[in-house]
């Protein structure tokens, strides 16, 4: 519990708690946190039900999301506002408001600092915040329009997809320097890491296509067909599966991670956008943005078991799950 | 000579290849009730290239390809020579009487978008009606920050809308003639 939390909770005393224990994100429950572009809203929704508990009102137009558990808060990115909203995990409200220059769309939290990565959109660069003091403390410079960000679980590496250059850029966190800038597919959007650090996923808009990188290496190890622009990516590492958002499809492909073949396109809903896993529930979410809902796909049948009303513009790009 | 050069490097760029474009997607939708059986309305708009007989803002249709998938038609706007739009079929389904399609090629003084893909389903109401829904996603077509106002995100999803309702009141008429 953050300091704002026992500070409300003592000041207000048990009634709160009694009253609304659901409203408050207690650490035993996993939560999902998905952005509605339309409707200015973040939706939180109870994983051991599938429940929207509430929606939580943040900047013009959310988009991507990252949760950083060392504060418990929780990054929007909101394009069109030129800002980042920044809620309490344990108040559920918004408490700061970052504001940027310009645009910024992905964004990621480092596991291991207390970091965030935010890709500026029109400024090809990354900018790091600290989550304590809310300021900038550093900038990476990548290439065109950088759109998915991602951080390995060891806080050693960070992947930024330069959807113009139709690039990733590498970079090592310990140095703060750049390692390689990789050819991958064209219009490279969503970016996800393998948990143990082996490999990342590039989930390439234009050329209907995964690249899979070793991230020793930083070679390219294969290219995997997906169906129609595909958009973000989750990773199961314990059935070695990829689940990918095809946009256009409207799909979601699964792809066998030992052979790189895809096995299935499972219809969702139009415009498919954000995904996360987790692992102790074995379940896939998946945003969709026409719908206005977050899918949940059973890890282990591999199909749809529940589909949560959210509310307008459903996009949660970024890893959107809080356990 | 210098003049053709020139008029040529203009019509070239305003024909713009719908790639770059902003961080956030927009929808609209549109949905109509016709007072005619839903056979007749998915007859007026079955053809992709019929869009120049049933929407007062399409001049001139000219389609590549067979009536499927993969299709390919140029919509002139307006008039016959007018700014041109180029788009593609890419689900075609006549039973459930709807097709998904997308925008390849645009022009932003007329519809200034960018990654635009549509919708157009007739829904069968049982009762000698229909409804016909119109939806899309789509970027504006400024790809960098802060764009003029009409080429920002209101500007796109402005012309999208005043498109849809024009074809659909149109639709409505001819269906019920």
Redesign the interface.
């Known amino acids: 519990m953050n300091y704002a939390a026992a500070r409300q909770s003592l000041g207000t005393g048990l009634l709160i708690l009694l009253l609304w224990p659901t409203v408050r994100v207690a650490s035993a429950t996993p939560f999902a946190f998905a952005t509605n ?2 409707a200015n809203s973040v939706t939180v929704i109870d994983l051991a039900n599938n429940r929207p508990l509430k929606n939580i009102p943040v900047g013009q ?1 959310p ?1 991507g999301i990252a949760i950083e558990r060392h504060h418990h808060r929780i990054f929007v990115t909101t ?2 506002a ?1 800002a980042i909203s920044v809620l309490d995990a344990g108040t559920l409200t918004q408490t700061n408001i970052i504001a940027f220059p ?2 910024v ?1 992905g964004i990621a939290a480092d596991p291991v600092r207390d970091r965030i990565y935010v890709a500026d ?3 090809n660069r990354v900018v790091v915040i600290d989550t304590q003091t809310l300021h900038t403390v550093g900038t990476f410079t990548t290439g065109r ?1 950088p759109a998915g960000v991602a951080v390995s679980t060891a806080g050693d590496r960070l992947v930024v997809a330069n959807r ?1 250059d139709n690039t990733v850029s590498v970079f090592d966190l310990g140095t703060n320097e750049l390692l390689a800038i990789r050819p991958v597919g064209r ?1 490279p959007f969503g970016v996800t890491i393998a948990r143990d650090g082996s490999e990342f996923f590039v989930a390439n808009v ?1 050329s209907d296509s995964v690249t899979v990188v070793n991230l020793k290496s930083l070679r390219t190890i294969t290219e995997i067909k997906v169906g ?1 622009a595909p958009y973000a990516i989750a990773h199961n590492p314990a059935r070695a599966r990829l689940l990918v958002t095809n ?2 499809s409207g799909d979601v492909s699964i792809i066998d991670l030992t052979r790189h073949l895809t096995l299935a396109q499972l219809p969702v809903a ?2 498919v956008e954000g995904i996360d896993y987790d692992a102790k529930l074995d379940r896939y979410y998946v945003a969709s ?2 719908e206005n809902t977050l899918t949940v796909i059973d890890g282990k049948t591999e199909q749809i078991i529940a589909r949560i009303p959210c509310e307008d ?1 459903t996009r949660a790009f970024g890893k959107f799950i809080l356990r | 000579m210098i003049l053709r050069t020139i008029t040529l490097l203009i019509l070239a760029l305003s024909f713009v290849s719908a790639q770059a474009h902003g961080p956030s997607r927009q929808k609209v939708t549109q949905e109509i009730k016709i007072n005619a059986p839903a056979a007749k309305v998915w007859g007026i708009i079955a053809d992709f290239c019929a869009i120049s007989v049933w929407h007062p803002a399409i001049a001139k249709c000219a389609i590549e390809g067979a009536n499927g998938v993969g299709a390919q038609r140029t919509l002139r706007v307006g008039k016959v020579d007018g700014p041109q739009i180029l788009e593609e079929l890419q689900t075609y389904d006549a039973p459930g009487m709807m097709y998904r399609y997308r925008i390849l090629k645009t022009d932003n003084s007329v519809l200034p978008v960018s990654t635009y893909s549509s919708f157009l389903s007739v829904k069968d109401n049982g009762d000698n009606t229909a409804t016909v829904e119109w939806r899309s996603g789509f970027y504006r077509a400024y790809a960098k920050g802060n764009p003029p106002p009409e080429l920002n995100d209101e500007a796109a999803v402005k012309a999208v809308t005043d498109v849809y309702a024009l074809g659909l009141a149109n639709l409505k008429k001819l269906a019920e003639k």
Request: proline fraction near 4%.
């Open positions: 572009q339309g137009a988009a394009p069109a030129h310009d645009e769309l959109w029109n400024g329009t113009d219009a234009r129609d946009q256009q139009d415009y943005w026409f513009g």
